[in-house]
């Protein structure tokens, strides 16, 4: 009987790194004999991705509840097409993004509240939660380090990441209340040093996880 696989999540504000390290991290576990499935949010599956486009799209202007909305459609989506059948096939599903966004950007900057957003999403994904979390952080997620982090990402704005700085700082205030709130599952991890140092953090925290 395949043993049931391990699902990790990489979450944090924008320019940070996340979908670096989703990679590298891969690329790791890989090296150690893992089976390792790469997955996004939005996104993901077929339909997840179709409403990622509408998400995304700057010439769209949904409201706080409807864009919670869209993201818990996309993600029960992505649960039950992707990342469902790949941990139950003993894979491992690292995903670039996961609920704990949605409960910082709509839940936390969009003041639909935590909880309520939390509820919202649990119908669709159930018992498929991640069995670590990891947000990475700029420096000391000062406001100054934010934006640092946001030029770094500079070109590559949607409707989401384009927003206010503070709106941002208010997603990694959320960030960190709910790390404090789950300290078991979700791990702080400082991005602002090299690829390969922010990997090796990653790996080290996963100790408990490796086979």
């Given at each position: 009987m395949t043993s049931?696989?391990?699902?990790?999540?990489?979450?944090g504000g924008e320019g940070v790194g996340k979908s670096t390290q989703v990679k590298a991290l891969a690329a790791a576990l890989r090296s150690r004999g893992l089976d390792v499935i790469e997955t996004r949010e939005p996104g993901g599956?077929?339909?997840?991705?179709?409403?990622?486009?509408?998400?995304?799209?700057?010439?769209?202007?949904?409201?706080t509840?409807?864009?919670?909305?869209?993201?818990?459609?996309?993600?029960?989506?992505?649960?039950?097409?992707?990342?469902?059948?790949?941990?139950?096939?003993?894979?491992?599903?690292?995903s670039d993004r996961f609920l704990d966004s949605s409960l910082a950007y709509q839940g936390g900057a969009g003041h639909l509240g935590i909880e309520r957003v939390r509820e919202l999403n649990l119908f669709g994904v159930g018992d498929c939660l991640p069995d670590r979390t990891f947000v990475?952080?700029?420096g000391q997620g000062s406001k100054d380090a934010l934006e640092r982090a946001r030029t770094r990402d500079k070109g590559?704005?949607?409707?989401?990441?384009?927003?206010?700085?503070?709106?941002?700082?208010?997603?990694?205030?959320?960030?960190?209340l709910i790390a404090a709130e789950e300290p078991d599952r979700v791990k702080l991890v400082d991005a602002s040093g090299t690829e390969e140092q922010v990997t090796n953090i990653l790996l080290r925290s996963l100790g408990d996880l490796l086979p």
């Open positions: 049931r696989g391990k699902f990790i999540s990489l979450e599956s077929e339909g997840a991705e179709k409403i990622r486009e509408l998400l995304l799209d700057p010439n769209e202007d949904w409201s509840s409807t864009e919670a909305l869209l993201f818990a459609a996309a993600r029960a989506e992505h649960v039950e097409k992707t990342i469902k059948p790949a941990l139950e096939a003993g894979q491992w599903v690292l990475l952080l700029f590559n704005d949607d409707r989401i990441g384009g927003r206010s700085m503070d709106f941002h700082y208010q997603v990694h205030i959320a960030f960190q």
